[in-house]
C-alpha cells in the first residue's frame, strides 16, 4: 500500500493534531521530536506527515502532491480554494472578529473606514455582506498594531483567549464567525485512494466521538 501524504499546520495546530494521531492509535514518536525535519513518517500506518504553514498546506492538497490536509477554517475561508472539506476536528478553535481601540465608535463615521487584516477576502466578504464600503490594508502578522498606530479604525483576525486584544487596549465590537481546524482531501486523491482515504476520515471520527 501507498504511503498517502498528510499535510498538517504548523504552530497552533500542531500539537492538537499530534495528540488526535496519538489517539487513533497512530505511533507519533518521530512527530514529537521532528528536529528541522519536515516529512515524518509513521510506523504503525501508511501515511507521512508533512509539516507546513495553513495557507501552504491548502496549496499542496489543491495541487494534489498531498492527498490530505489539516487546516483552520480561516485560511481556507481566505484562500478559497477547490478541495473537499470532510470533517470539522473540533480543536483550534476560535472565532474571526471585528475589533476596534477600546471605546471607539466604529460605524459613527460616514467616512470610509480603514481595516486592517491579515484575511483581506474575509473582511471584504464580511462588509459586503454588511453593505458598507471600507478600505482594507493588509498585514502580515500582530495586527493589533495597526489601530494602536492610527493605521486603521479596525481590525478583523481571529480571536481565540482574547488576551492579546485586552493587553493591547482593543475589544471585539462584532462577531464575524467561529472557526476550528478542518480535515481536507484532494478531489482526485479522494477518488485514487478511496479505501485508504475512508480508512482514514473514519478512525479520526470514531476518536473524535469518543470525546
Ligand atoms: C493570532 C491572531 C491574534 C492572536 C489571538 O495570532 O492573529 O493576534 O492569535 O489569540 P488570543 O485571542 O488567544 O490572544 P498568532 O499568534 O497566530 O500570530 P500572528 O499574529 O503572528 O499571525
Known amino acids: 500500500m501507498q504511503n498517502l501524504k498528510l ?20 505511533d507519533c514518536d518521530e512527530l514529537k521530536s521532528p528536529g528541522r525535519r519536515l516529512i515524518h513518517g509513521i ?3 501508511p501515511l507521512e506527515i508533512v509539516m507546513a504553514k495553513g495557507p ?19 485560511t481556507i475561508m481566505e484562500q478559497q480554494s477547490s478541495f473537499y472539506e470532510v470533517l470539522d476536528l ?8 471585528l475589533a476596534v481601540k477600546k471605546g471607539y465608535d466604529f460605524y459613527g463615521s460616514y467616512k470610509t473606514r480603514r481595516v486592517a487584516t491579515k484575511y483581506p477576502n474575509v473582511t471584504k466578504g464580511y462588509f ?3 453593505g458598507m464600503d471600507v478600505s482594507i490594508i493588509k498585514i502580515e502578522g500582530s ?3 495597526a489601530p494602536l498606530l492610527g493605521l486603521s479604525d479596525g481590525i478583523v483576525d481571529i480571536v481565540q483567549t482574547g488576551n492579546t486584544l485586552k493587553a493591547n487596549g482593543l475589544e471585539v465590537i462584532d462577531d464575524i464567525c467561529p472557526v476550528s481546524a478542518r480535515l481536507v ?9 478511496k479505501t485508504q482515504i475512508i480508512d482514514f476520515i473514519d478512525k479520526c471520527k470514531k476518536t473524535l466521538d469518543q470525546k
Open 7 to 26: 499535510a498538517v499546520t504548523k504552530g497552533r495546530l500542531l500539537e492538537d493534531s499530534i495528540r488526535l494521531f496519538e489517539k487513533m492509535g497512530l
Open 43 to 45: 510506523s504503525n500506518y
Open 56 to 74: 501552504d498546506v491548502i496549496t499542496y492538497v489543491e495541487h494534489g502532491v498531498c492527498a490530505m490536509g489539516i487546516v483552520g477554517k480561516d
Open 90 to 97: 473540533g480543536f483550534g478553535a476560535c472565532r474571526f472578529a
Open 128 to 130: 459586503l455582506s454588511k
Open 143 to 145: 495586527v493589533e498594531i
Open 185 to 193: 482531501i484532494n478531489t482526485a486523491a479522494m477518488k485514487l485512494y
